[in-house]
Structure formats: C-alpha cells, structure tokens
C-alpha cells in the first residue's frame, strides 16, 4: 500500500531529516514581573478618583474594579500540534467604570512578549484609545510600530490641579483623522499616580484630578 497524501510525505520528510519544525517542547512561561509598570499605574480595586473641569463646575467620577496580573503558565512550542507559535509572554490589565456606568469605560493593559524588548502599553480612558512602548522608571515610551499617539515626557512639573509630579507624560493622539467633538485626545500621566488628567477635543477643555 502506497502512502502518498502531503501530510503523510511531510511526516517522513521530518523524521528523515531531523526538522526542529516537528520536534515540540514544553516551556515554562513566567508571571508578569514588570514592577516599573505598577509604579506608573498604582491602581487599587474599589479605588475611586474625581476628575474635575478646570474652567466649570462638573466632575467625572472614575472607580477601578479590576487589576490583574498574568501567573506563569506551561506552554507547548515547536513542532506541529504547537499550541503557541509566538512564544511567552505576560501582561496585567486594570480596568474600572467611569460615571458608575455597569460596563468598564477605562482599561489599562501592559504586554511584554517573550523577547523581554517587546512591550506594549494600550489605554481605554472613556471614549478614546491611547498606544505607547515600553515603560522605564524615567519615562513612557513612543511605540515605533503605532505613531498615532505622541508622547511627551517631563520632569518636576506643577500641573493644572495645584500638584507637583516628579514625572509626568503627556500622549497625544493625532486629530487629523478624527475630529469628533467631545473625544479625549490629550492623556497625562504621572509617575505614582497613574492618569491625572485629560484635555478633550475640539473644546480643548482639561480635566484633572
């Protein structure tokens, strides 16, 4: 009896000639360990933060509900029944409702791929989407694969709401693709303090805490 379907001369071809393609391993993955992120985004479940107008008197109410960081795990990789083909990797996530809306409306997620340079910061602050790199203890990173948002770091400054923050970064999304009134484009974020405050498109009207 002849053998001739592909995945069959595939399966001889590898045991032939040793391919590493067909050859599996199981991995074990690390927890997330990025401490430089918690001092960023010191986040607490059930904490609770007011966002204020600058100029009027309305306020935002902001509670965290979430925050969770990934565990090490066990994974398969290399050869065909692989069930990961990107390698490791690790992530925490902080997510809460903003105006005690019953859905989040606010998400903060960090990943960190297997390589140990690839890392990725996503924010969700009420109706817009904010992406940077990496985070090092002096600053927030641009991600050089997304140039949609900019990122603007300082030091020892006074900010709108009377508070000096050792270091802060500003994420700016470009406007130029859209233009809708009421989005947040401005972001700022202060070391040990996480999000401080805001500035919403076209209105340029801050809010901080």
């Known amino acids: 009896m002849q053998h001739s379907s592909p995945f069959y001369c595939f399966l001889i071809g590898c045991a032939v000639s040793g391919y590493t393609i067909c050859s599996s391993k199981k991995v074990n993955c690390k927890p997330f360990q990025e401490i430089v992120f918690l001092k960023w985004f010191p986040d607490k479940p059930v904490a609770s933060r007011r966002f204020k107008n600058i100029e009027t008197p309305y306020t935002h109410s902001c509670n965290t509900s979430r925050f969770d960081k990934s565990k090490a795990y ?3 990789t290399g050869g065909f029944f692989a069930n990961n083909i990107n390698g490791c990797s690790a992530s925490a996530s902080i997510a809460g409702t903003i105006h005690d809306d019953p859905n989040p409306n606010f998400s903060i997620g960090y990943l960190v791929l297997q390589d140990g340079f690839t890392k990725r910061l996503s924010v969700y ?3 817009s989407y904010w992406n940077a790199g990496s985070i090092a203890e002096e600053t927030i990173f641009a991600d050089s694969s997304n140039t949609a948002t900019a ?9 709108d709401n009377g508070a000096s923050y ?7 999304n470009d406007t130029m693709f859209n233009k809708d009134d009421g989005m947040n484009y401005k972001l700022f974020i202060a070391k040990d ?5 805001f500035d919403t498109y076209s209105s340029k009207q801050k809010w901080v805490l």
């Open 74 to 76: 066990e994974m398969t």
């Open 125 to 127: 602050f009420w109706n």
């Open 151 to 159: 990122i603007t770091p300082a030091q020892n400054i006074l900010f």
């Open 166 to 172: 050792t270091k802060l970064v500003t994420l700016t």
């Open 193 to 197: 303090h996480s999000i401080v405050g």
